[in-house]
């Protein structure tokens, strides 16, 4: 008797891989039109360059005060406690500054000092007139001052006018927004402010001014908090009739005082571990990054087309 021979069903990875071989034409040229146009695309686009410093907070202790405190909360002054000066523990001052940091008060001191509005958007800004770009309307606009007279009138004082106006504060803060990250580490104490522009000079600047308002603005309030808890100090001594508690109230104040004078002096309230420096090299965009993820990915969407339209075929 003769065997008989049996012919096995192909399997499916053969049978992908004969479509691959026979829509190989399709699959290579969408993958070299996809890797083309990315690298392309890629030489277009700005490089963004990042700036960044390393902050800590600054020990204060003061034995005397904690002692002063003691001393009026056995009194029964205990309202007076609070003004004795007592530091908070470095992880809260650490997240008192990071709030500042990301605060529009401190933001808007950096705008307005500096004058970055026109740094912020420089094709508004007209360099030779000094002066904001005059705006042409949109479509929109356009078509409604056509089709009414009144309306018109109306809207062309309103249109003169919003071409006149530059960007506001919050226009400059929603940029901001996405320039400025504020990252903490509990652990080692310290902030780390970063910025990002396509301007290097700029963004090591911009972190420099960050510092310089948050110093400004926490010096302050420094010293208002201390004039005011000088005020209010002042109050009580009048009411005081124990000697010891007056003694500890005259304490209290000379530290107010010496809180408000120390708030003129910089670099009492944290210290700049890491100070910015221009960048000599671009965070982003990563061109090789982006054409290996495009050519994978299209790649793999090229395949999937190939058995798409080969099944679709049959």
Known sequence: MQEQTVRQPPSPSMD????????KKLIIGLVVVSVCATAVISLFMTNIYRASAVITTVSER???SSAAMQMLSASGLAGMADIAGVSFPGGQKLNVLESYLKSNIV?????VKNGLLPVLFPRRWDAEKK???????????????????VVATHDAAVQ????QRGPTISDGLRVLQGMITIKSNVKANTLTITVDDRDPRMASNMVACLLEALQDHLSE???????ENRDYLKGQLVKAVDPLTRQKIYSLLSKQIETALMAEVKGNIFTVIDPPRVPDRKVRP?????????????????VFLAVYLEKREK
Do not use: H
């Open 16 to 23: 992908y891989l004969c479509i691959i071989g026979k829509r």
């Open 62 to 64: 003061d034995s005397s």
């Open 107 to 111: 933001r808007e001191k950096v705008i």
């Open 131 to 149: 002066e904001w770009k005059r705006q042409s309307p949109g479509f929109l606009r356009r078509t409604l001052n056509v089709s009414s007279r």
């Open 160 to 163: 003169q006018s919003e071409e």
């Open 221 to 227: 309030e420094k010293k208002r908090s201390a004039n």
């Open 286 to 302: 990563n061109r090789t990054r982006l054409v290996i993820n495009a050519f994978i990915l299209s790649l793999i969407l090229a």
